[in-house]
Every structure is written in structure tokens, then in C-alpha cells.
């Protein structure tokens, strides 16, 4: 039952990368508002606005299936799962730290609390050994 319920934590996690891939290639807005990932603060000396977003998308989707994969190889019992997922995120949290725009306010418009998902990800898998199927 675990196994079941961390695969479909890892799979959603994953599909939540596509709701801000669709914030970044202006599909909509996930609020009103919201310019994220315009004003990155690593990528905007070197980028403009339009490059970043295409970044931010592609970078999104990689995510994404990363996850995916990941969730997947849990499903179907699969050893490779545990080096998916961990990959996954820290990818992850590496794009939304770089698609951050530099500011200590509304950060979970940032992709914040994607990046709090990632380390306790990341703390279960690496620190506690969790879960072990």
C-alpha cells in the first residue's frame, strides 16, 4: 500500500511541474498576476524575458516526466526508481532556484514549495532510506 501511495505522490508531484510549464509558456496564469519566471534573478543579465520562459518550459517539462518515470518505475517494482526520483529532484529544485527572481516575498509563486517537496523527497530517500519496497 505504500508503494502505491508514494508512487501516486511522485507521479502528482511530477504533474504540478506542468501547471507551472503552462504558467511559463503563458498558457495561463496561475494567478492573476503572476509573471514568474520573468525577472529570474540568475538567467535575466544573460537572458531575455522570452528566452527564459522557453527555458523555464523546457526545463518544467523535463521535470515532469522525470517524475513521471520515476513514479512509473515504483509502480512496476522497479530498482532504478529510487535513482529517478532523486534525480527528479534535485533537477527540480536546481531549475526553480534558477528561475527564482531573486526575492524573499511570495515565494511559493516561485515554485518554493516545490522546492520544500523536493528536500523532504530528498531527506527520505537519501537520509532515512525511506521507503524501501
Do not use: C
Not at 511541474?17 to 503563458?26: D, E, K, M, N, V
Not at 534573478?41 to 537572458?47: A, E, I, P
Not at 529510487?82 to 529544485?93: D, E, K, L, N
Request: aromatic share 18%.
Amino acid at each position: 500500500m505504500i508503494r502505491i501511495l508514494f508512487g501516486i505522490f511522485i507521479v502528482l508531484h511530477g504533474l504540478v511541474h506542468l501547471l507551472y510549464f503552462g504558467q511559463s509558456a503563458r498558457y495561463f496564469e496561475l494567478q492573476p498576476g503572476l509573471v514568474w519566471p520573468d525577472g529570474a534573478w540568475v538567467l535575466s543579465g544573460y537572458l531575455g524575458a522570452e528566452n527564459i520562459r522557453k527555458l523555464a518550459s523546457i526545463l518544467l517539462v523535463g521535470a515532469a516526466l522525470i517524475f513521471l518515470v520515476g513514479g512509473v518505475g515504483v509502480f512496476i517494482k522497479q530498482g532504478w526508481w529510487r535513482f529517478i526520483v532523486i534525480f527528479g529532484a534535485i533537477f527540480s529544485t536546481v531549475s526553480y532556484f534558477l528561475l527564482w527572481n531573486g526575492k524573499f516575498e511570495r515565494l511559493a509563486d516561485n515554485g518554493w514549495v516545490g522546492i520544500l517537496i523536493n528536500l523532504v523527497v530528498l531527506a527520505a530517500l537519501l537520509l532515512f532510506k525511506w521507503p524501501t519496497f
